[in-house]
């Protein structure tokens, strides 16, 4: 994955900033803000993974439910007439709103690649 950590299910973004001289990031996917820097890339990549350690073990410590990357739902915004254009095509077929965009996008996905 290009400019990306991936480390006990969370992803990390890496940038650079050349006035500085310093590599930075943040644990990507997730609402709470945890942020990590480095030196170079074995600094970076040892912060990043120190930083979910981090926020994992204080979610223990605080008893509350450490946020997970992909939950396997999302919220989408289209215009009014993808959406009932989408609607229309599901009822034809028979199927859900929900099972034609998740087919959609897997046959997106796959012809992507």
Known sequence: MKNMMEYKGYFGS???????RIFYGKVEYIR??????????????NN?????????ELAKARNIEPEESFKGSFNIRTSKEL????AIAA?????NLNKLVNE??????EDSV
């Open 14 to 20: 890496v940038n650079y900033n050349d006035e500085d």
């Open 32 to 45: 709470s803000l945890i942020s990590y820097e480095g030196h170079d890339v074995e600094s970076l990549r």
């Open 104 to 109: 959609a996008l897997q046959k997106y996905l």
């Open 48 to 56: 990043f993974c120190e930083a979910v350690d981090d926020y994992l």
């Open 91 to 95: 009822k034809q077929r028979d199927i």
């Open 83 to 86: 959406h009932r254009r989408a």
